[in-house]
């Protein structure tokens, strides 16, 4: 890959090469065909030959120029020399399980996943394919080092989590990971490439889900694993071309690689807000507590200064009262759509015991620290003053309703 430039000139435009059409064309066209044509039969040609870089193509699913300009990019900006483009943040996860286990394996896993990850484990890969799985609490890598097991061939973390805004110490257990022979993966959506950068830090696959910051708009639908080790990536590539076909599609992959031009940008008005809106609830007494790691009070503060470029645009704050009053709180706001999701230029906020994590018991979710007044909010690049005006609202709706009733 090209190690040469800069984050910012990378997201902006490689991958996309003016000479690679024939008018020259700035931004990548979207190549549409399912097929393409050959200038003659050559019966010397294997498919292993095709060469994209060379501008040679055969069926869209095994590649195709948008997804493939789209592919390199995504790799530059993770630091990887292998990129590849999904049809969801879900499909690339499962494919880079898939790569790692077979049945009979064991996997280690954070036990403050994506709610859909967690879910994706336990029901498909253990409940149908007889692949063990321990959840473990990573915020201590010890906790990673003890549950690996002569069975383990995969140990896939998330950092920082959802909602909880936990972190693990990528550092640490990528050399856990190594000691014992295991792979190493990590799910980047929520700081992005721009914030940090796993491979740098030892994990051997990264995963996305571009529905978030990479793309960062909210209408489109997309995952990335990158990867610099070869094996893996033979592997990877053949179950995203031929083992499940589970490509981006051209249009989404045009669109992401749009979103990943203001990408450098975004993230930094993201992470402002995000800051000053964390700094506003800290102080506020209708708030409990608040999961930021940009705040000193968050107990991996240091730990995100070590391995993290940046706090990112995601926080979630926990209020006081009732679930009442949290609905009383998410109804109340104009600026926050509510709605699931992250990542977006515009402010979501949601309501993890009631939208993404209910199918948890409340008991285990309590627990979890996933209790029924945390609010997670994903903030926007508005303006910061506007979103605060719209929290204060929020803020005014619950307590008018606790002195009225
Ligand atoms: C959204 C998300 C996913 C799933 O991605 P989809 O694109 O919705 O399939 C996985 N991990 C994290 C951290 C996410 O935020």
Redesign the pocket.
Known sequence: MDRHRQFETLAVGHGEDPAETQRGDVVSPIHLASTFAAPELDTEMSLDDVDPDAGEFVYSRLNNPTRHALERRLAALEGGDHGFAFA???SA?ATAIFAAVEPGDHVVAFDDL?A??RRMLEALFRDSLGVDVSFVDATDPDNVADAIRPETTFVWM?TPT?PLMKLCDVEAIADIADDAGVRFGV?N??LSSYFQQPLDLGADIVAH?T??YLNGHSDS???ALVTSDDAIAEQVGFLQQVGLGNVLAPFDAYLTLRGTKTLSPRMRDHEANALAIAEYLDDHDQVAAVHYPGLDSHPQHDLADAQQSGYGGILSVELEGTIEDAKRFVDALDEFALAV??GGVESLVELPAAMTHEPIPRAEREEMGITDTLVRLSIGIEAVEDLVADLDRGFDAMTRETVTN
């Open positions: 969801s943040g879900t996860i994506y859909g990850t998330e959802n799910d959506t929520f889900s529905t978030k639908l997309g995952g999701s992250v």
